[in-house]
């Protein structure tokens, strides 16, 4: 199916998040549509999906104009969407989730939904367990259930927001050939919508770019990189140079600590983490390298083993103790775990200042703190803007803003994900900042360049064992992407 989108105006306040948009997707294609943090991809794909109405501009299926008051209207004309954020998932069986899709169809029985879903998971070689419950999926699986129910319900133009975002590498190699296989054998239109200029070169047949809410190039494969970080940013990029500070004291040791879950258990840690020094914890998700994360910033309690904070024993105290002595934790799931859905930036400016505040708050010094935040930060949004309005980039930096001013130890999963490279070379400036001031960083990244590029040793998790700590300076990305799973990575 063809979907055109004819000069597409939306507005948001003064924000012109989409300001006359034409691009066409031919069937059988994929299609990427490219552009930085906040240049209005997800806005266009909403509006394409009915989730929001547009303010001008007209969209057409196979040459028919259509007007789609919501997603199901959309779905019931063969668009179907995976968001960048994930939308709630019940505690429901992946069956359950599935059969609930047919919402006011003809309900077709249990059996044959889960002979759909086996046939399904057969041609794609999806591995989905139709009785688990879809809360305890990876994100990569989630993906694959939701591709899944677009297809059963008969999605022929398939848009996929950020995709990779979150998922593993040999996850992001399955869901290629998937793309690949709905375009070219089934002949599905598919937009995939990113930052990463290497997906889009390695994925897509023609690619759109948006900044600031407009079109500023249409481009056919083979892509050429400078031409499109032209087209994004309007000027090529400098690569930073890495500046070395010297480091201090230990300020967060682990000693032979053993975190254990139902899921997984990693045992026998010992790491010296010195003020100033940047450690990366590679590995694919889910093995191990978070758990660890968690119990540095006492998230997660040992089972055994002791942990340190410039030297105190702090192995049995809460997450506040840890707080208080200068250990802040960024975690991976923006509206799920950092920020809060509904609330302000500036009601978030007033809860991370929580402790210091009198017995009444000062909104109008609130919300004048938030405007500082937003403007060194360069958040785009309002104070007054709930956080769930803010693109994925720009919650990531609303985060980056609301951290304490000083630490001790900044633990990150994932710092720069969603971001695009310009965003993401400044944030890694102001976090490097820190480290003048003697503040220890741990991050986690799947983004190997990123692990390569800022920390000075790099631990690399594999099914629950942690290795020793590598030199940054002494290995390379092949060698790196050898250790993490024998699978080489081009991301
Ligand atoms: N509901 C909303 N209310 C107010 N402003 C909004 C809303 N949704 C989006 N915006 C603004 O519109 C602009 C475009 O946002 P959009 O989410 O489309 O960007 P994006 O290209 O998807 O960015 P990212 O790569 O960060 O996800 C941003 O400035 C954003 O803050
Ligand atoms: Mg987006």
């Known amino acids: 199916m063809k979907i055109e989108a004819l000069d597409i ?8 998040a989409n300001d006359g948009i034409t ?52 779905i019931r004309h063969g668009i179907g969407m995976l968001h960048q954020e994930p ?7 992946v069956l359950d989730n599935l059969l609930l899709a047919f919402e006011d169809r003809l309900i077709p029985g249990r059996q044959q939904v889960r002979r759909v879903l086996e046939e399904l998971c057969r041609r794609f070689n999806f591995s989905i367990d139709p009785d688990a419950r879809v809360n305890t999926l990876t994100v990569g699986e989630r993906q ?19 995709p990779t975002t979150g998922i593993s590498a040999p996850q992001k190699v399955l869901l290629f050939a998937t793309l690949r296989r709905l375009a070219k054998e089934e002949g599905k239109s598919v937009i995939f919508v990113s930052h990463k200029l290497e997906e889009v070169e390695e994925l897509c047949d023609r690619v759109t770019v948006l900044r600031q809410g407009k079109v500023t190039g ?19 990029l400098l690569r930073s140079d890495r500046s070395r500070v010297p480091l201090g004291e230990p300020a967060l040791e682990l000693q032979d600590v053993t975190v254990q879950t139902y899921r997984l258990t990693v045992s026998h840690m010992s790491l010296a983490v010195r003020a100033g020094e940047v450690i990366g914890l590679a590995g694919l998700e889910g ?104 693109s994925g980039g720009n919650q990531q930096r609303a985060l980056l803003s609301l951290l304490p001013p000083v630490l001790k130890v900044l633990a990150m999963e994932h710092p720069t994900r969603g971001l695009d490279i ?23 990244s799947a983004d190997l360049d990123e692990l390569m590029e800022h920390s000075d040793r790099i631990i690399v998790f594999s099914g629950g064992v942690m290795a020793s700590p590598i030199d940054a300076a002494a290995t390379s990305i092949e060698e790196l992407g050898y250790l993490i799973g024998g699978v080489r990575d081009n991301s």
């Not at 939308?87 to 069986?93: E, G, I, N, Q, R």
């Not at 934790?329 to 929580?354: F, K, S």
């Open 144 to 162: 694959q259930l939701e591709i899944l129910r677009l297809l059963a319900l008969g999605a022929e133009v398939i848009i996929l927001d950020e």
């Open 287 to 390: 093995s191990g390298q978070r758990l660890m994360l968690r119990a540095c910033a006492g998230l997660q309690r040992p089972s055994s083993g002791r942990v340190r904070l410039q030297g105190d024993d702090f192995t049995r105290r809460s997450y506040r103790d840890f707080l208080a002595a200068g250990v802040a934790y960024l975690p991976a799931g923006r509206i799920e775990e950092g920020l809060i859905r509904g609330l302000t930036l500036t009601e978030h400016y007033v809860l991370t200042q929580r402790g210091h505040q009198p017995l009444f708050i000062d909104w109008v010094g609130a919300a004048e703190g938030m405007q500082h935040k937003i403007a060194e930060f360069n958040i785009r949004g309002q104070s007054g803007t709930p956080v769930e309005a803010l």
């Open 9 to 16: 105006r939306k507005y948001f306040g003064p924000v012109r």
């Open 422 to 444: 310009e965003s993401a070379m400044w944030v890694w400036e102001q976090l490097l900042e820190r480290r003048k001031s003697g503040t220890a960083i741990l991050f986690i």
């Open 218 to 236: 249409h481009i056919e494969a083979p892509f050429r990189a400078e031409q499109l970080v032209q087209l994004m940013f309007g000027q090529s």
């Open 23 to 74: 691009l066409t997707v031919e069937p059988g294609s994929i299609h990427g549509l490219l552009g930085e943090n906040g240049a209005g991809k997800t806005t266009l794909m909403k509006i394409l999906t009915g989730f929001i109405s547009a303010d001008g501009g007209e969209t057409r299926l196979d040459g028919r104009p259509v007007r789609f008051a919501s997603p199901a209207e959309s």
């Open 87 to 93: 939308l709630d998932f019940p505690p429901l069986k």
